[in-house]
């Protein structure tokens, strides 16, 4: 079931950038600029997450959270916020969010603690240390930094190596343009370029070429997902 996510960002073009990578991801996005208008909005309590600004008209981001807590609803909430001392992300945690993040910020972070959350919620887990990761038949080793398919070396660069490491970890999942360019690259904007289709077009042809099965996919107006499932 599609997770839905509320931002309540009065930026627009910060709420349309985050609105723009959380549908990506794959996420259900409602977006207000308005405190009040997203208290209302968080009191339905139908999002999974939600995401507020600390400075916001008409309700401040932290007011709008602890109305909320005080109405029941339990969603988590993350706070996004300029303010980056101690006291202001303690402020932030005593109003009821359950995690703050200082701008600026990446998005591979917000991604990542959004994902966090709804795990923690969800369903928590403790993770292990991984040094090997396999894909059907595509085995990884993280620590020789070297990939093996159905017994048959692939030699990689470090970018294709990178890449690949960054898809694994998300098997099965969709990884959005977005994310890599953040995570790969380290551009926190749109270069505007093929930049990221050239790459996974040469690391699929590695990963492809002489095998019977794709494992690295296309899921059109979204980004790649690395499966042996189609």
């Avoid at 002489?210 to 042996?228: M, N």
Wanted: aromatic share 6%.
């Amino acid at each position: 079931m599609t997770r839905k996510i509320l931002i309540v960002e009065d930026d627009t073009a910060t709420a349309a950038y985050l609105a723009k990578g959380l549908a990506e991801a794959g996420f259900a996005v409602e977006t207000c600029g308005d405190g009040r208008d997203g208290l209302f909005l968080a009191s339905e309590g139908i999002f999974d997450l939600i995401i507020a600004d600390r400075m916001l008209p008409g309700l401040d981001g932290l007011s709008m959270i602890n109305a909320v807590r005080a109405a029941g609803v339990s969603t988590p909430a993350l706070v996004l916020s300029a303010l980056a001392t101690v006291d202001d992300r303690v402020d932030g945690l005593h109003a009821g969010a359950d995690d703050y993040l200082v701008k600026p910020f990446s998005f591979a972070e917000l991604s990542a603690r959004v994902e966090a959350l709804l795990r923690r919620f969800e369903r928590p887990q403790a993770s292990a240390q991984t040094t090997r990761l396999g894909v059907g038949d595509l085995e990884i080793d993280l620590l020789a930094r070297t990939v093996v398919r159905q017994g048959r070396a692939i030699p990689l660069g470090a970018r294709e190596f990178n890449l690949l490491e960054y898809l694994a970890r998300h098997a099965g999942q969709v990884v959005t343009r977005t994310m890599m360019l953040e995570k790969i690259w380290n551009y926190h904007f749109d270069p505007g370029s093929n930049v990221v289709d050239v790459h996974i077009g040469r690391l699929r042809r590695k990963l492809e070429d002489g095998f019977a099965q794709p494992i690295l996919h296309t899921v059109r107006g979204a980004g790649y997902r690395l499966s042996l499932d189609a």
